[in-house]
């Protein structure tokens, strides 16, 4: 049973939709600061390295630049790239990305 059907089972409703992402509805405070220690972590590591995969028809590639504070993805020949990602939001993440780069990329 997913997490969304437990709690209209529980609270006797149907609020609850597919996709359901519990930080966001309840905790939306400690998902900022998760958020928060996450990207500096993230800032800090790939400052020193790169993160590459190279698999067949794919290459998923992750970077960090500080002088122009950008974050790059590539995946798939594709390319996104997060201008003034230090001073992101989870909510701006959220908006500038979209599934599939936050599933592939940092899965």
């Known amino acids: 049973m997913g997490?969304?059907?437990?709690l209209n089972t529980v609270l006797d409703t149907d609020t609850y939709k597919r996709?359901?992402?519990?930080f966001e509805k309840f905790s939306?405070?400690?998902?900022?600061?998760?958020?928060e220690t996450t990207k500096?972590?993230?800032m800090k590591e790939l400052l020193e390295s790169s993160f590459n995969i190279d698999t067949p028809?794919?290459?998923?590639?992750?970077s960090y630049s500080r002088t122009n504070d950008n974050l790059y993805f590539f995946y798939k020949?594709?390319?996104?790239?997060?201008?003034?990602?230090?001073?992101?939001?989870?909510?701006?993440?959220?908006?500038?990305?979209?599934?599939?780069?936050?599933?592939?990329?940092?899965?």
């Open 77 to 107: 020949g594709e390319e996104l790239h997060l201008n003034g990602f230090s001073e992101f939001t989870y909510d701006d993440f959220i908006s500038k990305t979209t599934s599939v780069y936050r599933e592939k990329v940092f899965s």
């Open 3 to 6: 997490l969304y059907k437990l």
């Open 28 to 35: 939306k405070e400690a998902l900022n600061e998760w958020f």
């Open 19 to 22: 996709g359901l992402h519990i």
């Open 40 to 42: 500096k972590l993230l």
């Open 57 to 62: 028809n794919k290459i998923t590639k992750l």
